[in-house]
């Protein structure tokens, strides 16, 4: 007997049988992205195989890609460069790479990430050698904190004040402070100030 899963997500492009030269959008906050033809691959369909996906997730996310599926076969002296998958951080290709080309003598390993809500992937396959592409999924993960501390009161030091997510102290101080302008200098003498350090979380 089988047994199988169901998954709720949208998918970008899959269906297509043949190899595009405009960039497929791929703008939904998670879906997910197949070589053309996957998984009834012919291998009649790559000549000039090279595809071009362009992945926007939510703002302030990052993406996030792991793959189900890779068979990216490859060849010459240079490694990945005829089939190959590159993935870069943005929408262009000036964009710098994340890690290295892919193709399986040189798989992924783990997932790949972006910095911000915006991944660039070329795909491509070698004509002679074909290959069964690839499958995967993407997802727009949101940044977290640095600290897991939930902002209070509570969280600042005797004497300190919490105001918007800061911990303040009031202190005599009878230091000048100078501010320069245009015209020359002023300087300011201050009885009292508020220290504001790093934010606490």
């Keep these: 007997m089988t047994s199988f899963t169901l998954t709720d997500l949208p998918g970008c492009q899959v269906g297509r049988t043949t190899f595009e030269t405009v960039p497929y959008l791929c703008n939904y906050p998670q879906a997910f992205i197949v070589s053309p033809g996957f998984p009834n691959f012919n291998p009649a369909d790559i ?26 076969p490859s060849s010459g002296i240079v490694r990945c460069r005829v089939g190959f998958l590159v993935a870069r951080d943005g929408m262009s290709l000036t964009d710098d790479e994340i890690g290295t080309p892919l193709c399986n003598d040189n798989p992924p390993i783990g997932p790949l990430q972006s910095s911000r809500n915006q991944l660039h992937i070329d795909f491509g396959l070698d004509p002679l050698l074909g290959g069964g592409g690839f499958a995967a999924r993407y997802v727009g993960r949101y940044f977290q904190p640095r600290r897991s501390v939930i902002p209070s009161s509570d969280s600042c030091n005797n004497e300190w004040y919490y105001f918007h997510q800061h911990c303040y102290r009031f202190f005599q ?20 100030i508020w220290v504001c350090p790093e934010s606490i979380y």
């Design 47 to 72: 000549i000039g195989s090279k595809s071009t996906y362009l992945i926007t997730t939510l703002p302030g996310t990052y993406v996030d890609v792991e793959f189900d599926f890779f068979d990216i």
């Design 173 to 192: 101080s009878n230091e000048q402070v100078k501010l320069v302008d245009v015209g020359g200098s002023i300087l300011l003498n201050f009885s009292a």
